[in-house]
């Protein structure tokens, strides 16, 4: 059985008094209510990450992510974080192209490709994002898209390390705009994304991925979502500062 998770992306909010409130808000919600195996995992900023995960000790459900890194080990690199300064503060987990990343950070996949490399030597797991435009979308050829950033970014990997990572399909038309895929156009991609790792891998390795779905999701439509096939879980950004709603999402799979 591949892994349930639910991850929150609390993006560029939240400072030190409201953010350690609402993961402490999080964090009981979660050890009260929720019944399953799914995985709970938050990514604050990364100022927040080390008192989180000190909070974090006393919860075997939650754990943290960043939301970026730098490709390098260490230098000199003005302003930037490296995965062994996350990895040292407890956290598991950091999210790599993200679509913000790429569009106004010009991420590209070649250097996605590099940023993974270092989370997964530094024995963290990436949170890897795919997932195309408006354009792409309505041009019909979205697929490719998915297919050429699965290539370019991730598939380079050999099966074992391709097994610490977590992909999340994110729609970019569906992020941040309360336009949700429906749970079909949801599944078609999933799957399509499947079938390309039993491609390029086997058909275990891509039974085993995880594969969260995120744009716009919401306490209301995660159930329809999550029930498809393929569908693991969700990477949450606006529902994710709100500890009901957050929390409300990671249950739909209790009794699951
Ligand atoms: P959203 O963001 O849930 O606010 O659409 C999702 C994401 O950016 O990961």
Redesign the pocket.
């Known amino acids: 059985m591949r892994k349930k998770l639910v991850a929150g ?1 609390w993006k560029m909010n939240q400072d030190y008094t409201s953010g350690t409130a609402l993961f402490s808000e999080i964090l009981t919600m979660v050890q009260d209510e929720v019944l399953g195996n799914q995985e709970v995992v938050v990514c604050p900023p990364y100022i927040h990450l080390s008192t989180l995960s000190q909070l974090a000790k006393t919860s075997s459900k939650v754990s943290l992510g960043a939301q970026n890194c730098h490709q390098a080990e260490a230098g000199a690199y003005t302003g930037e974080v490296s995965v062994a300064m996350i990895q040292s503060v407890g956290a598991k987990y950091v999210i790599l192209g ?1 679509s913000e990343r790429r569009q106004y950070f010009g991420e590209t996949d070649a250097l996605l490709a590099e940023k993974t490399n270092t989370v997964l030597a530094n024995g963290l797991n990436p949170i890897f994002c795919i997932g195309e435009t408006l354009q792409e979308r309505e041009s019909g050829n979205f697929l490719e898209i998915i297919a050429s950033q699965l290539k370019n970014g991730i598939f380079h990997l050999n099966a074992d390390q391709f097994a610490e990572v977590v992909l999340a399909y ?1 729609p970019v038309w ?3 705009t309360g336009l949700t895929a429906t749970p079909e156009q949801a599944q078609e991609v999933h799957a399509f994304i499947r079938q390309e790792i039993a491609r390029q891998y086997n058909a275990a390795t891509a039974d085993n991925c995880t594969i969260l779905y ?4 919401n306490p209301k439509n995660a159930s329809e979502l999550f029930a498809q096939p393929d569908i693991d879980g969700g ?5 994710s500062l709100k500890s009901r709603d957050f929390v409300d999402i990671v249950k739909t799979f209790n009794g699951r």
Request: hydrophobic residues 35%; proline residues 0%; negative net charge.
């Open positions: 992306n993200h994110e569906a992020i941040g995120g744009g716009s999701c990477l949450i950004g606006g529902a």
